[in-house]
């Protein structure tokens, strides 16, 4: 995959999470800088997701750990865990937020 293609498809998922949580989760704060995506709970807890463009990957830290994603043909995969990224971030800010969060 070229850098450019890597962007555009990681621009596309962290809009789709904004835009997610803009609709249905007001009391979900979503800020992007660069290249990466902070997602602040009202407990003061974060989801942060950043782009790593050297391994065009995602890597995404939450208050239960560090997961590091790839893109195995349209689905982002943790390569540590196997979870996919849309199921983690739904599991992290449910947790984290204390209500029933889902990425469709």
């Known amino acids: 995959m ?3 293609e890597y962007h555009a498809l990681v621009d ?16 979900i704060d979503c800020e992007r800088a660069g290249g990466v995506l902070n997602l602040a709970f009202e407990n003061k807890t974060k989801v942060i997701l950043n782009k790593q463009e050297p391994l065009h990957q995602i890597w ?3 208050r239960e750990n560090g997961f590091h994603f790839e893109l195995k043909g349209e689905t ?5 865990f196997g979870h996919e990224l849309k199921a983690l971030l739904s ?3 449910t947790l984290q937020s204390g209500e029933d969060v889902t990425f469709p």
Do not use: M, S
């Open 2 to 4: 070229k850098d450019h």
């Open 12 to 27: 596309t998922f962290f809009q789709y999470v904004e835009d997610t949580i803009d609709a249905n989760y007001p009391d």
């Open 60 to 62: 995404v830290a939450t």
């Open 76 to 80: 982002w995969i943790d390569n540590r």
């Open 91 to 93: 599991r992290a800010c």
